[in-house]
């Protein structure tokens, strides 16, 4: 039987126009001396010297983020910028020290745990780098699984699952397990898997980082294919300019903790509000 949305769930979650999210003064700090850390941040001070006095690590310094719905927004910055941390804020694997998250208005960091179990069946689904399959499980099953946690019967999931995999052009490998599979072919898999449950917004960090260049760019242009037939709300994590600028329609540029710049990939290009902007799009190929 399927589960029942909690009332304080959004139920028309998957309505056309759905999927916008926003950041407002989100904040998170990793450590013992998180208040003195917090009440510094908002005084003002930098990211190096809160955490040279309190012997924290902070990993988000007031994030202000807007991801419009239906569009496939990248989330870019170097190594340590915040880049994983705040999308993983999206979906509350990771909670805030401070601030709001709202996901079409609601701010979810005020749900309980049964809404937050129906947001991430329901409402947003997630795609990591290290794909995160089921060895035990054959590939149908792997793209089955979140449909039948969210309470489908098993046929229908394993329908839907074979479904998807034909998308993502794998539908001769469902009785395969993922470590006969490519690591390619299992980032598919695992882009099937958060495919199938049809939420509208899709999260993705670094998805496509460890696959080997022509691979790589396989992904990207699936990715873009699908997104034009979904039109899901994306947020996509990359350390790479290029792909930023190949897939986002919207891009978020972040620097310790902070959004450094936002805007269309034209824009970013054209205007860079400073000198470290300017250096990522000098080193863009496109």
Same mark, same amino acid.
């Given at each position: 039987?399927?589960?029942?949305?909690?009332?304080?769930?959004?139920?028309?979650?998957?309505?056309?126009?759905?999927?916008?999210?926003?950041?407002?003064?989100?904040?998170?700090?990793?450590?013992?001396?998180?208040?003195?850390?917090?009440?510094?941040?908002?005084?003002?001070?930098?990211?190096?010297?809160?955490?040279?006095?309190?012997?924290?690590? #902070? %990993? =988000? $310094?007031?994030?202000? +983020?807007?991801?419009?719905?239906?569009? *496939?927004?990248?989330?870019?910055?170097?190594?340590?910028?915040?880049?994983?941390?705040?999308?993983?804020?999206?979906?509350?694997?990771?909670?805030?020290?401070?601030?709001?998250?709202?996901?079409?208005?609601?701010?979810?960091?005020?749900?309980?745990?049964?809404?937050?179990?129906?947001?991430?069946?329901?409402?947003?689904?997630?795609?990591?780098?290290?794909?995160?399959?089921?060895?035990?499980?054959?590939?149908?099953?792997?793209?089955?699984?979140?449909?039948?946690?969210?309470?489908?019967?098993?046929?229908?999931?394993?329908?839907?699952?074979?479904?998807?995999?034909?998308?993502?052009?794998?539908?001769?490998?469902?009785?395969?397990?993922?470590?006969?599979?490519?690591?390619?072919?299992?980032?598919? #898999? %695992? =882009? $099937?898997?958060?495919? +199938?449950?049809?939420?509208?917004?899709? *999260?993705?960090?670094?998805?496509?980082?460890?696959?080997?260049?022509?691979?790589?760019?396989?992904?990207?242009?699936?990715?873009?294919?699908?997104?034009?037939?979904?039109?899901?709300?994306?947020?996509?994590?990359?350390?790479?300019?290029?792909?930023?600028?190949?897939?986002?329609?919207?891009?978020?540029?972040?620097?310790?903790?902070?959004?450094?710049?936002?805007?269309?990939?034209?824009?970013?290009?054209?205007?860079?509000?400073?000198?470290?902007?300017?250096?990522?799009?000098?080193?863009?190929?496109?």
């Amino acid at each position: 039987m399927k589960e029942s949305a909690p009332s304080t769930v959004d139920v028309n979650a998957n309505r056309e126009g759905a999927g916008h999210i926003e950041l407002r003064d989100v904040y998170k700090i990793f450590g013992v001396q998180t208040a003195q850390a917090l009440e510094r941040l908002q005084a003002g001070e930098d990211k190096q010297s809160v955490q040279q006095a309190t012997g924290t690590i #902070v %990993g =988000l $310094a007031g994030i202000n +983020a807007t991801f419009p719905a239906q569009q *496939l927004s990248c989330v870019m910055g170097l190594s340590g910028s915040g880049k994983s941390t705040l999308v993983r804020h999206i979906n509350r694997l990771i909670d805030p020290s401070a601030g709001t998250i709202l996901i079409n208005g609601q701010d979810i960091v005020k749900l309980d745990a049964a809404a937050l179990r129906h947001l991430r069946r329901h409402q947003v689904s997630m795609v990591f780098q290290g794909f995160g399959l089921f060895p035990h499980l054959s590939i149908v099953d792997n793209v089955a699984f979140g449909l039948e946690v969210r309470g489908e019967d098993k046929r229908s999931a394993r329908e839907q699952a074979q479904h998807w995999l034909e998308r993502v052009s794998l539908q001769s490998y469902g009785a395969n397990y993922p470590d006969e599979l490519s690591g390619g072919m299992q980032q598919r #898999v %695992g =882009l $099937a898997r958060a495919l +199938a449950v049809d939420t509208p917004i899709l *999260l993705m960090d670094e998805a496509f980082s460890a696959l080997d260049p022509l691979i790589r760019a396989e992904m990207q242009d699936e990715l873009y294919a699908l997104q034009k037939q979904l039109r899901k709300t994306i947020v996509f994590v990359t350390h790479d300019i290029d792909e930023a600028f190949r897939l986002g329609q919207h891009i978020v540029i972040l620097r310790d903790g902070k959004v450094e710049q936002s805007g269309s990939a034209e824009e970013i290009r054209s205007r860079p509000v400073s000198e470290y902007v300017a250096r990522f799009v000098q080193r863009s190929t496109r």
